[in-house]
């Protein structure tokens, strides 16, 4: 155990602030701050010491530096037990910093509300992920926190232990502490090679926020979860059963398709991350049946996509088939009263899901494929008719719609349409006369 003497807290997130200053009130910590945070802890009426009083050296360059100084780091950095730290330490009349409370600038908001390359740029966190660094590779001796999710854990520590945190506590947090730096220094780095147009740089970084566990992967025995590069992956489901694995790849599959057909129009129906129907008509209802009727016996067990918002006619039809999934773009009352009357059924509502500059991944080991997704907008301008006898206007829509259908099922691949409702689709077969058959 470590026991806390000096707290070091510099936050942007200031939210529950207070349980901390009473925690380490009671046991005697003295805290040390800068800026915001300072005059947050002197306006809660919690005794302070500004971080230039503590170090003899005012901030400077517009509060660019604050905690960059050799006091505030040999305090953070130095090993306990080790007789030429602590000599320096004497030397330099420095001390110890036991306690390290930071949450970064908000650089992944900030690219949410503006475009501006200034404030974007001043958004970029020098001082906290260089002490949240310093303090994480000394968790022998030193404690780091990084959000305000951690906050009622070393509460939890200090109250059990007296004003100390236990090693396998420290050492854990040091471990999220190095991720938060990670995935922090990851968005900024996508975001430069974004701003350059540059898709594939010398060294790619992924990042992501762990959305959900699932129970398992493709298989039983394989583990799985689900992750995104926002907070959240933009679908919600209303009603219904965890999502699987199998779930999650055929819903991105279908939703994949459904984005690509025109705005508020289309039903796509999908298997195994295949579609085995798809209709553009104009009435919802006739779309939903024209897609069914393409394959009713694969569609069995599947995932149906509306690209529009789902009424009680359309939930009427659907509830009379064995379906994994629904998603639309919304869902009036009366439909999902009805559709709810499926305990397993899985509701997802899609309304807010944008889908732009995707790429796609694949892996083997330590090696990983990526290319973009094949987003092309079709239209005529896009095909040169070469024959000598031209297609219709209806014929020629057909073709683009088949083209369309066609990028999304796996080759080798075979898309019959008619009437803007595809009529057989024949995937991922070894040859070309199957796939037609």
């Known amino acids: 155990m470590k026991k806390i003497e000096t707290a070091l807290i510099s936050v942007s997130d200031k939210t529950n602030l207070k349980s901390i200053l009473q925690i380490l009130k009671k046991n005697n910590v003295k805290i040390i701050s800068s800026g915001g945070t300072f005059k947050k802890i002197k306006k809660l009426k919690y005794k302070c010491l500004e971080v230039s009083d503590f170090t003899g050296f005012d901030e400077i360059l517009e509060g660019r530096i604050k ?41 992944e908001q900030t690219l949410k509300k503006t475009l501006d390359n200034k404030k974007i740029i001043e958004n970029i966190d020098i001082g906290g992920p260089t002490l949240v660094r310093a303090a994480a590779k000394n968790f022998n001796d030193v404690t780091v926190i990084t959000s305000i999710d951690q906050y009622s854990e070393l509460i939890d520590q200090l109250k059990t232990n007296k004003g100390s945190t236990l ?50 992967g493709e298989n039983p025995h394989q583990e799985s979860a689900v992750y995104s590069q926002s907070s959240d992956i933009n679908i919600k489901k209303l009603h219904g059963k965890q999502l699987s694995y199998n779930n999650y790849n055929d819903i991105f599959a279908a939703l994949t398709i459904s984005k690509s057909l025109p705005k508020n129009k289309g039903v796509v129906i999908v298997k195994h991350t295949n579609p085995c129907g798809v209709s553009i008509l104009k009435k919802d209802l006739s779309s939903f049946k024209h897609a069914l009727a393409c394959d009713p016996i694969s569609a069995f067990g ?3 996509s509306c690209n529009f918002k789902v009424t009680k006619t359309l939930a009427i039809e659907l509830n009379k088939i064995f379906f994994e999934a629904i998603i639309a773009n919304g869902f009036d009352k009366d439909s999902l009263k009805i559709l709810k009357l499926k305990k397993n059924l ?73 009437d803007l409702s595809t009529i057989g689709i024949g995937s991922g077969q070894t040859s070309r006369l199957d796939s037609c058959k």
Not at 73 to 80: D, E, S
Not at 204 to 211: A, D, E, R, T, W
């Open 302 to 304: 599947g995932i149906v």
């Open 167 to 216: 090693l396998e506590f420290r050492e854990r947090m040091a471990r999220v502490a190095f991720s938060e730096t990670a995935y922090y220094d990851s968005v900024i780095s996508n975001y430069f090679n974004k701003n350059s147009k540059i898709n594939f740089p010398q060294k790619k970084v992924i990042y992501g926020n762990l959305i959900e566990k699932l129970r398992y």
């Open 346 to 418: 899985r509701i997802i509502d899609a309304s807010y899901l944008q889908l732009n500059e995707i790429f796609k991944f694949n892996s083997l080991n330590n090696s990983i494929l990526i290319q973009s997704e094949d987003r092309k907008s079709l239209s005529k301008k896009n095909f040169k008719i070469v024959s000598k006898k031209k297609p219709s206007k209806s014929q020629l829509d057909d073709l683009i719609f088949a083209f369309n259908v066609c990028r999304y099922v796996k080759s080798n691949a075979i898309v019959l349409v008619s």
């Open 67 to 107: 905690t960059l100084h050799p006091k505030i780091h040999a305090g953070i950095l130095n090993k306990r037990k080790n007789k030429s730290h602590l000599n320096d330490l004497k030397k330099n009349d420095f001390e110890n910093i036991d306690l390290v409370i930071v949450n970064f600038y908000p650089f």
